[in-house]
C-alpha cells in the first residue's frame, strides 16, 4: 500500500517538484526510512524511479507534438535544461533533438 503510493505520487505530479520528504510524508514515514525503504522495494532510488518516469514522459512528448526541447523538459520536471539533455542522452543514447529527428 505505501509502495503503490509512492509511486502514484511519482506519477501523478512527476511536473512538480517531489522532495523526499512529500514522498515520505504520503508513505507515513521519516526520510531516511523512505530512502531505504524504497530502494529496497523497487532496486532504485525516488529520485531514479522519477527521472525515469519523467524522462518516458518527455520521450513521448517528443514524439507527439512539436514543442520545444525546454518547454517539454520544463512541462516534465526538469527544472535545468543542461541537466535534462544530459539525463535524456544518457538514456536514449541521442539527445533530444536527435531523438525527436528519428
Avoid at 526520510?31 to 532496486?43: D, G, L, P
Avoid at 526541447?69 to 539533455?85: D, H, K, R, T, W
Wanted: hydrophobic share 40%; charged share 25%; proline share 1%.
Amino acid at each position: 500500500r505505501r509502495l503503490k503510493a509512492a509511486l502514484q505520487l511519482g506519477e501523478e505530479h512527476y511536473m512538480e517538484d517531489i522532495s523526499i520528504d512529500r514522498a515520505a510524508a504520503a508513505c507515513g514515514c521519516s526520510a531516511s526510512h523512505f530512502m531505504r525503504w524504497f530502494k529496497a522495494m523497487t532496486a532504485q532510488s525516488f529520485t531514479a524511479f522519477l527521472n525515469e518516469h519523467r524522462l518516458n514522459a518527455a520521450a513521448t512528448a517528443l514524439r507527439a507534438g512539436d514543442d520545444t526541447v525546454l518547454a517539454i523538459a520544463e512541462s516534465c520536471g526538469f527544472e535545468n535544461l543542461s541537466y535534462f539533455n544530459r539525463m535524456f542522452k544518457r538514456k536514449f543514447g541521442l539527445t533530444p533533438r536527435e531523438y525527436r529527428g528519428r
